[in-house]
């Protein structure tokens, strides 16, 4: 369904947001 497509963007983003700032603090 497109809840499942919606779901599983919405947790790459998250991954990627996370990533981000994991390597922005690491610096």
Known sequence: TG????????KKVAFAAAKALKDAVAG
Do not use: K
């Not at 809840?3 to 919405?10: D, F, L, R, V, W």
């Open 3 to 10: 809840e499942a497509i919606q779901i599983a963007a919405s």
